[in-house]
């Protein structure tokens, strides 16, 4: 009515438009510790600036916001958010995709203007939690911690066009992929990607000998596509950093050009930068967003239409039921599936698990629920339900006395289980080199063994580490890192100067793109041996290669001076046919 | 019917005539300059200078390769293996060598300038060749628990590149004229070769007083061998291969080699020579 009346008394107003999704420019920028703004974002940053390390840090991320049309638009009320999936969490009602964080809530004039704010990396890939009491994200809880997510996000702008007073899914004009930095190659606009989960590592056989002030490591590579490269560690026995070694990042902005991994401890060795309230309700859903959308219809219900399966009745407004890692069963033959969301997809998909959760029921679950598997390792003991490895969980949970390896917490006791019947935890992976990492656990190629690289000249399959402590290293402190960057097909590495005939404990760290990292290897000892090389062989037998140098020609002749005479001759003998001929 | 006779007569006498040749106009070359430029005269042999057939033969090129094993051991008069076996020879499974070296491929390109020709050219020009060893490091220190006294780890090498400027002869007489197609050739020049060995961490190797595993010597090289010329194969083709491309003569060729590269004997310098065989491909253009 007031916009019609405005149309009556103000012709102009009479055609204007709401804004739309191209009238909008969207700009990102890194920010220092101290949250001041830095460069813009390049296409590399976009792809990988936002990991795990960023997000506990909470180095934050600058945004701009601006109307940029010059064309007369309706003063309508716009919502700027920052997350993923903005329009499916906005219902409120979907389990995997949370509201997102509220930015801005302003007309449109307010736009007409550049609208610059920083926002936690961690609103990125997760939505408010429903224990928050605001969707401003100043005030906002977070639904999830800085976890193993990634996905496509950044800012969503909400256009409200309609009698409703909150932001519909149609109403979203904005919807993440909408910056200035375009993708040479399919010509579509980049998105600001988040990525927490380190690589899978498929390198294996690890070897490690010793050589003249170095330790040469050696593995059979067999390249992941998430592997960005590795970086070899090491450290003296003790656990201390050798001397002269270590990475030092030039400052926390530094161009990420995927050559050097990221921990919260050396990004933010004081402390975060910024700290998000995050839900401490174990009950709460463990992920948002991007990983929940399995069919790739942007949706999230796996159901492969663009709508969301169900109604808001159907799912129940604030489900009750619990909803962390395997807890609801949904991921097991034969159980209850108590997740509403993932039994609703399953249900629309195959239309006959209502009444029994029969195996295909539960394999549906395993690709379209995230509920299905946890985070931890499966082969040592974890505080959360399941393990990473969802074939390896769910034989483990196969029986109904080991059920609770999947509802409560992995105990010691589902992973000895795990380790008799699970391929991941083959070759083993306990003892302080494996399960003991502060990643996420070694890779099933981790080595095993007994011997210790001693540089003997035969391969040093592994490494005793009894009795060392090697949770220095493990921490991936930079100042353990010992060699430059390693390429991803790349299947050796020396680490160069080491003292000879001294102990030191070594790793390999693997990494992706945005840096976030896993340990390839376990911790193994290696030493270095001197070696003797020709120049060196020859002094010890009698200096049989001489002295070197490029000339020797003004020492005395020896008694095998019989060349010199020969040449003498030569030379002579085409002088005087020379003279001949000029005198002829 | 008369008119019409007459306009065809006329019109006849205006067609050219199908066997005579098209009719020149003003912007086409005269006969004469046609003859001036023609390269394919039949009946006329073409000869250089020295009157041999095809065009003219100025310079050589050989890319050739063959064993080589610098003889670095050569003053050595002790007991078992000197420096360069013990490092490079063949080895047990514990790595103690029981064996010289085997010989390592050498290839090798030289040119030649043929500036006088005498039954064959005489040429001068520059012979570069380049050799490389490589074998595990020894362990200066290796223990009863050691399984092997080599290291995995370390990788020791021995390269040299000599540098020859040679005077060469080669009696082409037989095979320019009497269609006999070897041609027997001897070389004889003066060498300096460069040469450096590595050590296990991959840099150049010192000694304990410093001194660096670098260095250049002098020496010299003798070569003989015979050269099979290939154009009689297919004399059209080598014809035309010279006719269009300038190349008088293809070759294979095998020939042995002596090389005494030791500063004359002067000093105390390292012995980097051999006497081995080399085979390749040549050709003179």
Known sequence: ?584 | MSATLVMAAALAAAQPDADAPPARTGNQPSDEAIERQNTLKFGERKTDRFGRPGSPQRFALEIKAGPYLPDVDRKYEGEGFGPYATLFGETDGEGVVNDDPRNSVMPALAFDWQFFYAAGPLGIGPQVGFFLDRADAILTNPTDEDETIRSDADRVSFTMVPVSAMLSYRFELLADRLRVPLVPYAKAGLSYALWWTRDGRGNIARDDDGDRGIGGVFGFQLNGGLMLRLDFIERGTAKKLDQTTGINHTYVFGEFQLSRLDNFGAGNSISIGDATWFAGLAIEF
């Open chain 1, 1 to 584: 009515m007031l916009l019609l009346a405005a149309g009556v008394l103000c012709p102009a107003l009479a055609h204007a438009a709401p804004p739309a999704g191209g009238d909008f420019q969207i700009q990102y920028w890194t920010t220092n510790e101290e949250g001041e703004r830095g460069r813009q974002m390049t296409q590399n940053d976009l792809r990988g600036y936002v990991n795990k390390a960023r997000c506990e840090c909470g180095q934050a991320v600058s945004a701009r916001v601006r109307i940029s049309s010059t064309t007369a638009l309706d003063p309508v009320q716009i919502r700027t958010f920052v997350g993923n999936n903005c329009d499916t969490g906005q219902l409120g009602n979907n389990i995997q995709a949370r509201p997102c964080a509220l930015v801005i809530d302003d007309f449109t004039n307010a736009y007409t203007k550049n609208i610059d704010f920083s926002f936690n990396p961690i609103w990125l890939a997760t939505g408010i939690s429903r224990e928050s009491e605001s969707q401003a994200i100043n005030t906002a809880i977070a639904a999830n911690e800085c976890g193993t997510q990634q996905g496509d996000g950044g800012v969503w702008i909400c256009v409200e066009n309609s009698d409703q007073t909150d932001c519909q899914p149609e109403e979203f004009v904005v919807t993440g992929p909408q910056t200035q930095v375009v993708d040479p190659e399919s010509g579509t606009a980049l998105s600001l990607t988040y990525d927490f989960n380190p690589p899978n590592v498929s390198a294996s056989n690890f070897r490690a000998s010793g050589g003249d002030g170095a330790v040469v490591v050696n593995w059979d590579n067999a390249t992941s596509a998430d592997v960005q490269g590795f970086r070899a560690l090491c450290a003296n026995l003790d656990g201390s950093p050798v001397e002269g070694k270590g990475f030092r990042l030039d400052s926390v902005t530094a161009i990420n050009n995927g050559t050097i991994y990221y921990t919260a401890d050396n990004l933010c060795p004081d402390g975060p930068f910024d700290e998000v309230d995050v839900n401490e309700d174990p009950d709460e859903i463990l992920t948002t967003g991007g990983d929940s959308d399995t069919d790739g219809d942007g949706d999230g219900d796996g159901d492969g239409d663009s709508t969301s399966t169900g109604t808001a009745a159907e799912f129940g407004a604030a489900p009750e039921v619990a909803h962390g890692g395997m807890v609801d069963g949904c991921c097991i033959a034969d159980s209850t599936c108590e997740d509403i969301a993932c039994k609703a997809s399953v249900i629309a998909e195959l239309g006959e698990c209502d009444a029994e959760w029969t195996e295909p029921c539960a394999a549906l679950a395993l690709d379209y629920c995230q509920v299905c598997g946890g985070d931890g390792s499966c082969c040592a003991e974890n505080e959360t339900p399941g393990c990473f490895d969802e074939a390896c969980a769910l034989s483990v949970c196969a029986t109904e006395e080991n059920l609770s390896c999947c509802q409560s917490n992995w105990s010691a006791e589902c992973a000895n289980l795990a380790k008799e019947s699970c391929t991941v935890c083959e070759g083993g992976t306990s003892g302080d080199g494996g399960g003991g990492s502060a990643t996420s656990g070694v890779t099933s190629s981790s080595t095993s063994g007994s011997t210790t690289g001693s540089g003997t000249g035969t391969d040093t399959d592994a490494a005793d580490t009894d009795g060392l402590d090697t949770s220095a290293i493990e921490s991936l402190d930079w100042a353990y890192v010992c060699s430059g960057y390693i390429a991803p097909n790349a299947s050796t590495v020396r680490i160069d100067g080491l003292t000879n005939d001294q102990d030191y404990q070594v790793m390999i760290v693997a990494f992706d793109f945005a840096g976030n990292p896993i340990a390839a290897s376990e911790v193994f000892t290696a030493t270095p041996r001197e070696t003797t090389d020709l120049w060196e062989q020859c002094d010890a037998q009698g200096e049989i290669c001489g002295t070197g140098g490029f000339c020797s020609c003004t020492q005395d002749p020896t008694d095998r001076g019989e060349g010199w005479l020969l040449f003498a001759g030569l030379f002579g003998l085409i002088a005087r046919r020379r003279r001949r001929g000029g005198a002829a």
